[in-house]
């Protein structure tokens, strides 16, 4: 897994570090590296500068960006992205990144595939009654049950999900080396 990564890491590098195509504007080159006017304005608009959008943010943000790329470059001279600490920083960020797409993913599938019917909310609007838990009206609670009972069958949907996925999978664990872990 890790050597996959790291591939796949390299790859990127590889490809997004490559030169640009001729057809660009070069806006400014940092030793071998070329920042294009297109590149530039895309992450000048998603930075906070682009909330100014004035010559003298842009000029500012362009420093920064120049900056950054020498502090990179140096840091890439001197070997620290094939440091180990580093490259575990990579991976992690790597699995996080890969684990909120493939979460937001499930969580867009699931969403509006809970259907709450009359009778359920009104049945817990009863319920709650019953325990003394509202005094409202059921109108006034309509929305709100519906929400929550919305989210519990989202949830569930959810662990059900990972359920099936810990069954199809092959697990297994040392529990005696959990007394050890530090």
Request: glycine fraction near 4%; proline fraction near 1%.
């Amino acid at each position: 897994m890790k050597k996959i990564i790291l591939l796949s890491l390299s790859a990127l590098l590889i490809l997004g570090c490559g030169r640009q195509p001729k057809n660009e504007v070069v806006l400014a080159k940092v030793n071998n590296y070329e920042i294009t006017k297109d590149e530039f304005d895309a992450d000048f608009q998603d930075s906070f500068y682009g909330r100014a959008d004035g010559q003298e943010a842009k000029k500012d943000y362009l420093n920064n960006l120049i900056n950054r790329k020498l502090i990179l470059q140096d840091a890439q001279d001197k070997g620290l992205d094939k440091k180990k600490d580093f490259l575990r920083l990579i991976e992690k960020y790597w699995e996080q990144s890969l684990l909120k797409v493939a979460l937001d993913k499930k969580t867009k599938e699931i969403a509006g595939s809970a259907l709450v019917s009359d009778k359920t909310i009104e049945e817990a609007y009863n319920k709650m009654v019953k325990e003394g838990r509202t005094d409202k009206t059921y109108d006034q609670m309509y929305n709100q049950i519906k929400w929550e009972i919305t989210k519990l069958k989202e949830s569930e949907a959810m662990n059900t999900w990972i359920a099936d996925l810990r069954e199809k999978s092959h697990i297994k664990v040392n529990y005696d080396l959990l007394k050890d872990a530090k």
